[in-house]
């Protein structure tokens, strides 16, 4: 997942690591609990002697020490801060990043790495955007009937919080499913229009609605779902 995400985020523009490491964050956002620190600079290392990666001195510093070789200066004195490293993505970086995101298999529904494949989905091509969504609904709509024959079995012995807890699971797992119904239509909906045989658009094929091209979506964000009723408060158990 971490290969995948600094690969994704390389691919936009070349950056230091701090810099990487802000982007890392603010992208894997609620997941970041998978995604350590240490691991960074030790994953980017493995990257860089594969091939995938080049580290490169910022600009202004190497024409300053190519300046200073031609003109025969002194080296200037050390300021105590180190210059920070650049890395660009290489040709086989970008290949490499290409196979990952077309060989998307069911462990792309999982939280995490459906959150960065997600991510990238403008950089995807729609068969492969459609398989990942349809694998992540398939995921979510397993979890909300394993909930739904839980809060069956179970709902005469719990107290007030814990069916309000499985109530809340269930509803979460429902809008995803939602979201996701809707995101696939779109995606079912990019493809060439029906046209007549006098080359009209055929009626009701109409082009897709909008979507972001980068980010995240959290399903939790559509907890304001004008579907959803307002149960008011807690009940008794």
């Not at 600009?59 to 200037?76: D, H, L, M, Q």
């Not at 050390?78 to 920070?84: I, N, W």
């Not at 650049?86 to 790495?113: C, I, N, W």
């Amino acid at each position: 997942m971490l290969e995948l995400a600094i690969l994704g985020l390389l691919h936009e523009s070349p950056m230091h690591g701090y810099e990487l490491r802000k982007r890392l964050l603010a992208l894997l956002g609620a997941i970041r609990a998978a995604f350590s620190y240490g691991s960074l600079y030790p994953t980017l290392k493995r990257m860089r002697l594969r091939g995938l990666i080049v580290e490169e001195a910022p600009a202004g510093v190497t024409s300053e020490k190519t300046a200073a070789t031609r003109t025969g200066a002194e080296k200037p004195l050390l300021s105590g801060r180190r210059a920070r490293k650049v890395y660009r993505l290489t040709p086989e970086g970008k290949e490499h990043f290409a196979q990952l995101m077309a060989d998307a298999g069911p462990e792309s529904a999982d939280e995490a790495l459906f959150g960065v494949h997600f991510a990238f989905f403008s950089r995807t091509d729609p068969a492969t955007r459609l398989r990942i969504l349809e694998a992540r609904r398939r995921r979510v709509e397993e979890r909300r009937e394993r909930i739904r024959e839980a809060l069956a079995r179970t709902a005469e012995r719990l107290d007030a919080y814990g069916l309000e807890l499985q109530r809340h699971g269930l509803e979460t797992a429902e809008r995803e499913v939602r979201w996701l119904n809707e995101l696939i239509a779109t995606e079912e909906g990019r493809g060439p229009r029906r046209r007549n045989d006098f080359g009209d658009p055929v009626a009701g094929t109409g082009g897709p609605s909008a979507l972001p091209e980068q980010g995240t979506p959290d399903p939790a964000a559509s907890a304001g779902d004008p579907n959803k009723q307002d149960k008011g408060g807690m009940r008794d158990g």
